[in-house]
């Protein structure tokens, strides 16, 4: 090859953009970054592999993001009798009385929302830092099992995760009760949360599954599909709720 | 009381693409997606906190009575990555709020965007956030 002949394959490749890819991580996917809610796209394949996976009979709660069901509609959820009538007394005004406006809601409900959360991925522990309601959640990755039953419970649970192929999954366990759907429909202490996480091809969009089964409050499962788009550089901002911001000053 | 009616653009809702959306503290539970406000009046406090922040603001109707509304954005985190700030808004600023009324009549709206004096646009709900919004 003439020197101007390497010259020009050497632009030509220079010129060729990088293909962005899954970045690895102690033979896994690395997903450390900062992600924010994006559309949820159900038939990107990363999102089709993750469903495909969900447990059978979970029935599709398609409120993942800002959306929320009206009153007395939960996506599908069968309430038993007794928590369906509880929820039923949910109004709308309720949420914007003093001690309910910043409620903080259990891993179930706030993992959905639409707000970003960072990630920092390590070989034993996995932290996921949600903006929503300044959550911090460690996930256990060291092959720990979970706390016995009568342990105590919390808003973020006990969660321990494993990989399957390229997906992560998250298992969580001791949660305390709280709300579901926002709309009057609880879990119990019983909930139990499993989660996949998936990357896309292009390691840009996150992907997860969200499975509830919680045979103590719900006659059936349900799952929600989230995906989040990374975002270099951003960072975490602080949340803050305040009880009176509907409360004009005196 | 200037208040301006707008009638909803069938085209604008299937470009939205969530007819019956609800957002966090259900939107379509509190406010009427179908229908967008224009609300002229004077700054009166800004609470830029979470969950969602609330403009209050003097509107002085027909009868020259002055009537404080409240517009509620959304979350300030999701705003200032649109470049809000807890001085986006001062007391005294004139602005047009752009949004949807509050079911129950009272003088509320939820926050599409705000216009102020100097022509800035203030860009609140938006539909990137998965729900009915005005872009």
Known sequence: MSLTGAALAAAMVLATPAVAEVPRKDGHPDLSGFYNFTRIDEEAPAAKALIAKVPEGAVFMKDGGAYEFPPNEYGGLKPKPDVLAEARKWSPQQELEVQNICKKPSVIYAIQGPFPMEITQGRDMIVMQMEYFDMVRVIFMDGRDHPPADAPHSLLGHSIGHWEGDELVVDTTHLEPATITNNGLNHSEDAHFIERFRLSDDGQTLYSTEYIEDPTNLENTGYRLMAWKKHPGEHIFPYECDPFAYQEDE | ?135
């Open chain 2, 1 to 135: 009381m200037r208040v301006i009616v707008l009638a909803l653009a069938a085209m604008f809702l299937m470009s939205a693409g969530a007819l019956t959306a609800q957002a966090h503290h259900s939107f379509a539970v509190h406010y009427i997606p179908d229908k967008e406000i224009d609300v002229t009046g004077v700054v009166k406090d800004f609470h830029f906190a979470n969950p969602h922040g609330v403009i209050f603001f003097d509107v002085v109707g027909d009868d020259g009575e002055a009537v404080t509304w409240k517009g509620e954005t959304n979350s300030p985190n999701l705003l200032k990555r649109r470049g809000w700030s807890n001085k986006s808004l001062q007391p005294g600023d004139k602005i047009t709020v752009h949004g949807w009324p509050a079911r129950d009549g009272k003088p509320m709206l939820r926050v599409g965007y705000v216009k102020k004096a100097d022509g800035t646009i203030l860009r609140g709900q938006s539909s990137a956030e998965g729900i009915k919004g005005l872009d």
